[in-house]
């Protein structure tokens, strides 16, 4: 089993969509969570940056964190295409020089 | 204009050689890190620095040399023991308490 799991996708959504993008985890000790989009052929760009459980909201992106459950989600509202793109979570026990343990990324495609 | 630079985009490789992939930032972070990306397996860590002088291994070092003689620089050499280097290479940054930022990273591709 693998220490986080990420649907692959793809997710299709219309333009205007609310996106529901989601990872579990195996180990209780993460505590530090990111999510990470990279458009094709580009390196992961920094979305959100969240620590142990709650939610945090900017702009359109909201992260949320559950650790009784081992599940993260990033929502996005009022999708656009050019939230087109696949979603890294990722997430470390350790604030210092961390050792990001990464989801595979769900690819998700907003249609006009 | 800060940022991680790595070159170059694209790169090709023929049997029995090694080459170099370079990284460099001037984010004034101390830790380097080097991920190889592979469709449907994510990221995995190849090598991690996070000083000048020194670095450790990650989850997939076979085959891979570093060096951190610089705190800017963090060259990844990819030697012909790497049975299968085709892949996405990234490198990334951070500082001491903060996560990791990722350059645009060069595609490697074995002829």
């Known amino acids: 089993q693998k220490e986080v799991e990420q649907d692959p996708g793809p997710l299709s959504v219309p333009e205007g969509a609310i996106v529901s993008l989601n990872c579990t985890y195996s180990n209780s000790a993460f505590q530090y969570f990111m999510w990470y989009r990279q458009y094709s052929r580009k390196g992961p760009e920094l979305l959100m940056y969240?620590?142990?459980?709650g939610n945090k909201e900017d702009g359109r992106f909201t992260a949320q964190v559950d650790k009784s459950s081992k599940y993260i989600s990033l929502f996005i509202r009022d999708s656009q295409p050019s939230d087109s793109a696949t979603y890294l979570c990722a997430m470390s026990a350790s604030i210092s020089f961390q050792k990001l343990v990464f989801g595979t990324g769900t690819r998700l495609l907003v249609s006009p | 204009d800060g940022g991680i630079t790595q070159s170059p985009k694209y790169l090709f490789r023929k049997e029995g050689q090694n080459v170099t992939l370079s990284c460099e930032q001037n984010l004034n972070h101390d830790a380097m890190y080097w991920y190889r990306q592979d469709p449907g397996q994510g990221l995995r860590l190849i090598y991690y620095s996070q000083i000048v002088n020194d670095f450790q291994k990650g989850d997939i070092a076979e085959g891979y040399s570093v060096s951190r003689e610089k705190k800017e620089s963090f060259p990844l050499t990819v030697t012909s023991a790497q049975k299968n280097p085709t892949a996405f290479y990234l490198c990334a940054s951070s500082a001491a308490a903060d996560t990791q930022y990722f350059g645009p990273g060069t595609r490697l591709t074995v002829l």
């Open positions: 969240t620590y142990s459980s």
